[in-house]
């Protein structure tokens, strides 16, 4: 019998002009379900493993009664309205499965971006697949089918669908803001981005999903999917994280605490903690690399991967001699404390 | 006599507050007319070369009557979309010519991101000085001269003006969406793009006008005006294809099929098919490198546009020397097939 | 007695749930008020050094009498809109003082965008920590503890509240749009930028607050707060000008006229008139040189900063040696006529 769920979220869906769900809101998805909530949303929804239905009138008076038995207490302040809406939905998995529809799709990027879930930790298997490539606009989600005559449409009453993103994320900011953060150009962090509390994401920083930030920090690069970056560290402008998804290598990127990646800098291997990227210097993992002791003397030659355990290096390329050299960095990075201490 | 146009459209466009044309919304412009409609199209408009008109109700009948014949099958959806509108027009074009009002600059725009022209195939001349500088807001394009006005009225009433874009040219996506193609920020495809089936722009990707993609391709870099990307390339985050329009070089770039420019990484020469360039290096087209055969042997010495047609090589900085080398490449890069097979 | 305001200018606020301005536009920021203006801004307000008052409807009937003496002459085109407002705000400073209160820091922010003060040439100190984090939303600007409701709200009638940026600074143009120019990507310049007569900023450009373009200038790369660009300058896609809030250096930078920085290419120190930094080139404040002569001969190994008013000086990477170098320029750059005669 199943006593625990992973997961469930009561949410709002869009539909497009065949009836097909296309984009789904969750408020409020929750993680670790107690038994008796666990039992109560199998009995009402009728499911067995993982998987979503629209909730009917009575299966929302079955969700409304069960407020009064004190279940579910923490969706009783959305849940009002979430039945409101046409199309509202209670999603679920027993297990961390693979999403195999868009509502489960949905709940696994809200589950990273709500801070439920870190990267790298919930199955995303087949993700792109599930996804809808959607016209995001100042009127909601429209599907590509329904989009040329939502377009003329307007048009014709003299107003026009501004379009924001066709793409099967969306921006992450439209479903859920967490705390403590900043994020200047809310276009280039998808839903599923986990931005951590203290998180400051500059008008040139990106957070694909699956990927982001543990706690306090600056950024103004690309955060690829899948690269997570550790508490104090900084990404300069312009720098680059590189991904696994297209083009990049197949060194899965991170980066630990209280790095300073410098502008226009990029990584294509794992860095440590207190390591220092100079600006403009793009370091990748079988780049072979002057190892130079405190005294600047040379230690050895090696790739950048095989010291990517090493703490408190700074990369630099030299710039009269042209190679690129790692040496110890006594000294660490602090991020200004007047820009993160407002959040 | 005139026997075949080069183009025409039906389109929507937008007054300012002195009655004067600021752009136009063309849902479906036609090349290559046959001589039936071209014949009819110069009668209602009584144009004779290149030109628009407002429609009038008495004009727009006669459209509809030539339905009825048969003629502009392929706009019977949009015509009446079209000329319900406040502002209907008829553009058109005998042979292609420098454009001199604003419907005609738009319809150049148009028949680009439509993929009626390819980027460099059309009389674009003089572009710049036709167009008008628009506040493209949330309730639509404004004139300058109308928006401090419009922005108080609207402060009055405790909304708020959103403005886009500041800018001569629109986005794209807000006039067509083409067939398999995701664009994650459409603040940076100009109208006048030519985007490729089965390109994915992403959040750092921009394309100029008169530039795009030939078919599938990943960019995450910058398409300067001109440039035009083959099929099966990546562009890399923030990599850079030099314009000739500011500051760049006056060599024309382009890239060829299946190349990788790296993250942070750039070109001011054309790159042939099958080449790489290393995340974080720019290579310039006066550039001197160092060319080595596949043994790793110096060949010559040679700058980098007089070898911009030997396909399949690798461009990277040499870490330890310094210097810039070229080398054959028998691999070659392959796109992610998840991410684009679902466009 | 205090005989000249600094400055001051009538605005509308918005307010959170709680019933606190969270932001305030200025249409007409004024300065250097005269003696009579000064002496009425007083006596209605109250106020006796630097603050704010929300007009009542009898401060407001005592502005609208004083027009009829001939004050504030230029502010009667835009006092009616504000006065109509559900929060009408009054703002002086006697003397430019460091702004303690929401409405003195969007003047601050007001007076840079209007060029009516040029960067690093007021008080702005305490800035970050009076501005509150704020949704800029397509309805406006919310407070973030007001979103979570806002959103649900908004899904359950079938709308989408679009965010597009969650921060301190706001977009310029969504306050002011300053004469000839373009910005093509609104969501990358603060308020609080000082844009130049003639500068275009393109997608990939970026403009922090207290920080901008003297006059007419091309920018598609990053001018970080505090830095001044010069007329005639030419910033390339994606480069950067090295800031001193976050994770750069301590050395402020600025760029002098006539300048042009690469693609990709950087700065770390001041960049005397008529330099160029070669494409993919970050150039740091310690960084060492080889300066040569106009043959190319070896003059001396400097430090960057230490050449930092030389003017009409290349710098590049030899692409051979892999040294960062540079030599005299005697040629220049010029901007692209077409392109900057238009805005």
Chains 1, 2, 3 share one sequence.
């Not at 009575?58 to 009002?80: M, N, P």
């Not at 879930?117 to 009127?139: Q, R, Y």
């Not at 999917?225 to 083009?247: E, K, N, R």
Request: aromatic content about 6%.
């Amino acid at each position: 019998m199943i006593k625990e769920l992973h997961s469930y979220a009561f949410g709002i869906g869009t539909k497009n002009s065949n009836g097909e769900i296309i984009e789904v809101f969750y408020p409020r998805p929750k993680v670790d379900v107690n038994e008796l909530e666990t039992k109560r949303l199998l009995e009402i929804s009728s499911l067995k493993t993982a998987g979503f239905i629209e909730l009917s009138e009575r299966q929302a008076d079955q969700i409304r009664e069960s407020f009064k038995e004190g279940l579910f207490e923490d969706q009783a302040g959305i849940f009002d309205g979430v039945s409101a809406a046409k199309t509202s939905i209670l999603v679920l998995q027993v297990e961390d499965v693979a999403p195999t529809t868009i509502p489960e799709a949905y709940l696994k990027l809200h589950l990273l971006s709500h801070r439920l879930a870190k990267p790298n930790s919930i199955n995303l298997n087949g993700l792109f697949g599930v996804l809808k490539n959607i016209a995001w606009t100042n009127h909601g989600p429209i599907d590509l089918i329904d989009l040329p005559s939502s377009q003329l449409a307007a048009r014709a009453k003299g107003e026009m669908l501004s379009i924001d993103s066709v793409d099967k994320f969306p921006r992450m900011t439209n479903y859920f803001v967490p705390s403590g953060v900043r994020i200047a150009d809310t276009s280039r962090v998808r839903l599923g981005a986990y931005i951590g509390d203290g998180t400051t994401v500059m008008h040139e920083g990106f957070v694909n999903f699956n990927a982001g930030t543990e706690g306090v920090a600056m950024i103004e690069g690309r955060i690829s999917a899948g690269v997570l970056v550790g508490s104090g560290s900084d990404l300069g402008g312009s720098s680059s994280t590189m991904g696994t998804l297209s083009g990049g290598g197949t060194e899965l990127v991170s980066v630990g605490e209280n790095c300073l990646i410098g502008a226009n800098a990029g990584i294509g291997f794992p860095l440590a903690d207190g390591c220092t990227i100079e600006a403009g210097l793009y370091v990748t993992a079988g780049m072979k690399i002057n190892r130079l002791d405190e005294n600047g003397v040379l230690i050895e030659v090696v790739k950048a991967k095989d010291i990517s355990s090493v703490k408190n290096l700074v990369f630099r390329r030299n710039s009269l001699s042209g190679n690129v050299e790692c040496i110890p960095d006594a000294s660490s990075i602090s991020l200004n404390e007047e820009l993160h201490s407002h959040n």
